[in-house]
């Protein structure tokens, strides 16, 4: 028989003060958003070819910096599941930012 011991899966933080959990949502709202936002001030200010150029750059980019908020934030037993832009907001804030300000 196996007998390994299966760890349980942590659940998600609950921010406790309300600045971290402006900070989680001011964070969430830029890894959601930026992108667009930015291809589109892009394409406003110069061409639609660029902000096409932009839209793609600034996924690959906020891409890369998802995957190492997450190899920092999360328990490295839990990289495995997945988390929306939220949720990794939450898991960044509880353990980067927030346990300075409690």
């Not at 490295?76 to 990794?88: A, I, S």
């Amino acid at each position: 028989m196996n007998n390994e011991i299966i760890e349980p899966i942590q659940e998600v933080p609950t921010l406790k003060t309300s600045l971290c959990k402006t900070y989680a949502l001011i964070l969430y709202l830029c890894i959601r958003y930026i992108s667009i936002v930015i291809a589109l001030y892009i394409w406003y200010q110069y061409h639609l070819f660029y902000a096409f150029g932009a839209l793609f750059m600034g996924f690959l980019i906020m891409g890369i910096l998802k995957a190492k908020m997450r190899d920092s934030a999360i328990p490295q037993k839990q990289h495995e599941r997945n988390y929306t832009d939220k949720e990794l907001a939450i898991w960044f804030m509880y353990k980067e930012v927030c346990w300075r300000i409690s």
